[in-house]
């Protein structure tokens, strides 16, 4: 079974130049998340979907920052434009909320490493 | 508030010898517990999780961790580390999904880096 799927992998930009960034879930999963991961430091949350709805988006900075999940599948995560404080790995998820509301544990990509220069 | 607290930044075992990592959360819902690894330039690999029952739970790589509710942690434990262990451990919480909020969402800690000496 293929696991979450990140593009790129690494990337580097000069501040204020757009970047976006792709992810495939798993297959199945109806819940997608992404997750910012600065150095040294744990994931945080950006947004999480559920099919194409996102459902929770506070923690995503709206003034540069947007995210859409077509068709409840793929998702892209765009800045525009990056800053240097930008640089980060930006980690994607998936995993399955039932109807109860229970869940199973998430499934992360490999991410992708932003350099902003 | 939620959140979840790893102490140890950086601990240094021989190998063969046990490890213990520790882990203490706040959260005001039933707690679903998690372990995740991270080698460098990788994801999070999931080693283990609770969600409710037998507060001792098994996980991949040799790896078990046990759920202290009065105690408010979720230690990890390995009883012989291997130098491929080394690497970064994370500890997160989250719970129950609400719809259209952030109660839930995975909230992880800062991490705790393995290393294992020859």
């Known amino acids: 079974e293929a696991g979450v799927v990140q593009s790129p992998r690494y990337k580097i930009i000069e501040k204020k130049q757009p970047v976006a960034f792709w992810c495939n879930p798993i297959?199945?999963?109806?819940?997608l998340y992404w997750y910012r991961q600065n150095l040294g430091q744990g994931p945080e949350l950006l947004i999480r979907?559920?099919?194409?709805?996102?459902?929770?988006d506070s923690q995503l900075p709206k003034d540069r920052f947007s995210a859409e999940r077509l068709k409840g599948v793929d998702s892209t995560l765009k800045i525009q434009p990056a800053e240097l404080g930008d640089s980060a790995v930006y980690l994607c998820?998936?995993?399955?909320?039932?109807?109860?509301?229970?869940?199973?544990?998430?499934?992360f990509g490999q991410g992708t490493r932003l350099t902003v220069v | 508030a939620q959140s979840v607290t790893q102490p140890d930044i950086h601990i240094t075992v021989s190998e063969g010898a046990s490890l213990e990592l520790r882990c203490n959360y706040s959260?005001?819902?039933?707690?679903?517990l998690f372990w995740y690894v991270q080698s460098p330039g990788q994801g999070l690999q999931l080693l283990l999780k609770?969600?409710?029952?037998?507060?001792l739970v098994q996980g991949i790589k040799g790896f078990e961790a046990e759920f202290k509710r009065s105690q408010s942690s979720f230690n990890l434990r390995k009883p012989s580390v291997h130098w491929s262990d080394a690497a970064e451990y994370f500890c997160?919480?989250?719970?129950?999904?609400?719809?259209?909020?952030?109660?839930?969402?995975?909230?992880f800690g800062k991490g705790t880096k393995l290393s294992v000496k020859p």
């Open positions: 998820a998936s995993s399955f909320v039932n109807r109860e509301r229970s869940r199973t544990e998430a499934f």
């Open positions: 297959s199945g999963h109806n819940t």
């Open positions: 979907y559920e099919n194409e709805e996102a459902v929770d």
């Open positions: 959260y005001g819902a039933t707690p679903y």
């Open positions: 609770y969600f409710s029952g037998d507060t």
């Open positions: 997160a919480v989250g719970g129950v999904f609400n719809y259209g909020g952030s109660q839930g969402n995975l909230i």
